[in-house]
Structures are given as structure tokens and as C-alpha cells.
């Protein structure tokens, strides 16, 4: 198993070219090493600081997962409080599960912006896991603290239906 994890106390955990190039390097060792990949994300999106370079992070991480789907490993992505801009609008939802944990905020842009845009109130809830959870956007919310084995359970049922191929 490969864990990529955010880091929001770090510039908001926004993703950047060196997130972006660590990401690709940790789907690359899946696919060497045969192994799922799970992300947990914490972040405000894309790098501002650094223009188009970070940008350009959504399609490269993005394209690097189709090389995981091609081999049928398992890619499994956990949406803590926030997962926002950027990195949900390209790899955070694509995940062959999509976990997120309790009241966790997800979107591209934040609700303040969306009702300044739209000029209308969002039903309650907007953004939040519940709420995507009851669209159908994610797959389950679950507690941190049960994180460790609803993730354990899920890789051995994915990686027990997909054989890796070769």
C-alpha cells in the first residue's frame, strides 16, 4: 500500500508542481510494486503562488491514474475537512472509492463564492459530505477513527476482484 497525504498546515495543502510530481512518482511505484493506492486529501487546491505550473498538476496526476485503472490497481481516496478547488475538481473524486470523513467541506469553489455567483442561497448542508453523499457524489462517510479498518476491508475486496493485470 502507498499513502499520499496532504498537508494542510502546509500552504493550505494546496498541490503545486512538487506535490504534483510526488504524486505521479507514488502512482509510478504502484505500478512497479503491484500496490493500491490510497490518497487523503486536506487542501484549498491548486498553488496559486505558482500560475499555470500547478494547474497543469490536475491533468498530470489525473492522467497518471488512468495507468493505475488500466492495471487494475485499486485507488482509493479519503476527503477530509477541506477538499476544495483544484485537487476535487481532478483526482480527489475519481477514485475507484470515494471516502470522505464526517462534515468534511468539498467543492471546487467555496459556497460564499457560489451564492455571490448565482445570487441565491444554497440548501443547508451545501458542499458538505452529507450532503454529496446523499447525491451520490461519494461512496460513504466514515469516522477517522474507523478509518484504518473500513480501508483494510476495502482494499482486500478490491484487490480480491481485480487481479492485476500485466
Known amino acids: 500500500l502507498i499513502v499520499a497525504a496532504f498537508e494542510f498546515e502546509f500552504m493550505g495543502g494546496s498541490m503545486g508542481s512538487a506535490v504534483g510530481e510526488r504524486f505521479v512518482r507514488g502512482v509510478h511505484a504502484c505500478l512497479d510494486q503491484q500496490l493500491p493506492l490510497v490518497c487523503v486529501?486536506?487542501?484549498g487546491g491548486a498553488r496559486m503562488q505558482e500560475g499555470l505550473f500547478s494547474l497543469m498538476?490536475?491533468?498530470k496526476t489525473t492522467a497518471a491514474l488512468t495507468q493505475l485503472t488500466a492495471r487494475k490497481l485499486p485507488f482509493v481516496t479519503v476527503l477530509t475537512d477541506p477538499t476544495m478547488g483544484g485537487v476535487s475538481a481532478s483526482f480527489a473524486m475519481i477514485g475507484d472509492v470515494v471516502i470522505a470523513e464526517p462534515r468534511a467541506l468539498i467543492g471546487f469553489a467555496?459556497?460564499?463564492?457560489?451564492?455571490?455567483t448565482v445570487r441565491e442561497k444554497l440548501p443547508e448542508g451545501f458542499q458538505r459530505a452529507e450532503?454529496?453523499?446523499d447525491k451520490g457524489a461519494i461512496d460513504m462517510i466514515v469516522d477517522r477513527r474507523q478509518m484504518r479498518d473500513k480501508l483494510a476491508n476495502l482494499l482486500t475486496l478490491l484487490q480480491r476482484q481485480a487481479p492485476a493485470a500485466n
Open 57 to 59: 498538476q490536475m491533468a
Open 110 to 116: 467555496g459556497p460564499r463564492v457560489i451564492e455571490q
Open 131 to 133: 450532503f454529496l453523499l
Open 41 to 43: 486529501t486536506a487542501t
